[in-house]
Antibody, heavy 116, light 109 residues
Framework: EVQLLESGGGLVQPGGSLRLSCAAS????????MNWVRQAPGKGLEWVAS????????YYADSVKGRFTISRDNSKNTMYLQMNSLRVGDTATYYC?????????WGQGTLVTVPS | QTVVTQEPSLTVSPGGTVTLTCASS?????????PNWFQQKPGQAPRALIY???NKHSWTPARFSGSLLGDKAALTLSGVEPEDEADYYC?????????FGGGTKLTVL
């Protein structure tokens, strides 16, 4: 059974940093691209970042470019999102999701709150 | 910045048919955008329905289908059931970067 488990969310002050993790199981993690997607309270889904199967290429939304870094450790079946210079507008539930052309499995999300 | 556009809301009667669309500000949506469709119900994570325009996941009900319709991607629900009331999002692939549509709130009434 495919499982994606996000962790690391919490309350952080503006300008602060946080690292999210996504622990994967039930599939060959090193064969798949992975993604971070966020959803602000009451809003729609927003693509944040993606990383190819071996970590060799990464892609970012303009809204987070230069502040967030996506990475992965295939030996630990884990993906990360390092978030720096956090803003009030980064408040959201952050989901990890598996796949490139076909995004199939999602985690349950972890909430990041940056208060005003 | 690329904008992906969906109908904000649609209403359909039980047993009816409804088509949701997904447009790109860059021009026509093609198979190269690998359109994906997701369903999200309140308090839940999104659930994948369709990938690469028209391919269904193993768990996708048969009443859901994906296609290209003119210059847009489309998700059609045939024989709508009350449980299909949800938010629906499309995702387009831009050669690495991705973009979600703003979502369509589907009401079954």
């Amino acid at each position: 059974e495919v499982q994606l488990l996000e962790s690391g969310g919490g309350l952080v002050q503006p300008g602060g940093s946080l690292r999210l993790s996504c622990a994967a199981s039930g599939f060959s993690f090193s064969d798949y691209a992975m993604n971070w997607v966020r959803q602000a309270p009451g809003k729609g889904l927003e693509w944040v970042a993606s990383i190819i199967y071996d970590g060799g290429r990464t892609y970012y939304a303009d809204s987070v470019k230069g502040r967030f870094t996506i990475s992965r450790d295939n030996s630990k079946n884990t993906m990360y999102l390092q978030m720096n210079s956090l803003r009030v507008g980064d408040t959201a539930t952050y989901y990890c999701a598996k796949g490139e052309h076909g995004v199939d499995y999602w985690g349950q999300g972890t909430l990041v709150t940056v208060p005003s | 910045q690329t904008v992906v556009t969906q109908e904000p809301s649609l209403t359909v009667s039980p047993g009816g048919t409804v088509t949701l669309t997904c447009a790109s500000s860059t021009g026509a949506v093609t198979s190269g955008h690998h359109p994906n469709w997701f369903q999200q119900k309140p308090g839940q994570a999104p659930r994948a329905l369709i990938y690469s325009t028209s391919n269904k996941h193993s768990w996708t009900p048969a009443r859901f289908s994906g296609s290209l319709l003119g210059d847009k991607a489309a998700l059609t629900l045939s024989g709508v059931e009350p449980e299909d009331e949800a938010d629906y999002y499309c995702l387009l692939y831009y050669g690495g970067a991705r973009g979600f549509g703003g979502g369509t709130k589907l009401t079954v009434l």
